[in-house]
């Protein structure tokens, strides 16, 4: 799918601010994008990463990731995206998934403090580019006043 058109279509979706608002941008996003495997987003609490909404075949046993650990604690410790295009060759990976080759993490932000991520694993290789970062970072935005992580 066009980015331009996701970008409105959970524009639309967050704006009815529902309950599973949240829930359904996830859907919406693994549906949507066919190397977008599994879709899920973390939330910070207590200097550790909580799953909350998730989409994909399978639940992970990595439901609670201390920060700093792994791609997911990486990317909470610095604020920085982390893009790994093939995570059989980075060792801070922690695996949830046999058909995982590739992953891309974004922090999603309130007041420039990491209040939580998205978290997306592809079963394709080197599956992420510079623009998913860049669409991820303004759903990111958009997900920030939905994310309650106190
Ligand atoms: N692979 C992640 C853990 C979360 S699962 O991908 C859902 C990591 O290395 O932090």
């Given at each position: 799918m066009d980015y331009d058109d996701a970008k409105e279509k959970i524009k639309h979706i967050?704006?009815?601010?529902?309950?599973?608002s949240?829930?359904?941008v996830v859907d919406f996003l693994q549906s949507n994008f066919e190397l977008y495997s599994w879709v899920g987003?973390?939330?910070?609490?207590?200097?550790?990463?909580?799953?909350?909404?998730?989409?994909?075949?399978?639940?992970t046993e990595?439901?609670?990731?201390?920060?700093g650990q792994g791609i997911c604690g990486a990317a909470a410790k610095t604020g920085?995206?982390?893009?790994?295009?093939?995570?059989?060759?980075?060792?801070?990976?922690?695996?949830?998934?046999?058909?995982?080759r590739?992953?891309?993490?974004?922090?999603?932000k309130k007041n420039s403090k990491t209040i939580g991520e998205?978290?997306?694993?592809?079963?394709?290789?080197?599956a992420f580019t510079k623009e998913d970062d860049l669409f991820l970072k303004e759903i990111a935005d958009m997900l920030s006043e939905h994310i309650h992580n106190q």
């Open positions: 967050l704006s009815k601010n529902k309950e599973q949240v829930q359904q987003i973390y939330v910070v609490k207590h200097n550790m990463l909580y799953l909350g909404p998730w989409q994909g075949d399978q639940a990595h439901s609670k990731i201390p920060i920085k995206t982390e893009i790994v295009s093939d995570v059989h060759s980075d060792n801070r990976y922690l695996s949830c998934f046999i058909s995982t590739s992953e891309i993490v974004v922090p999603i998205i978290d997306i694993d592809s079963d394709t290789k080197d």
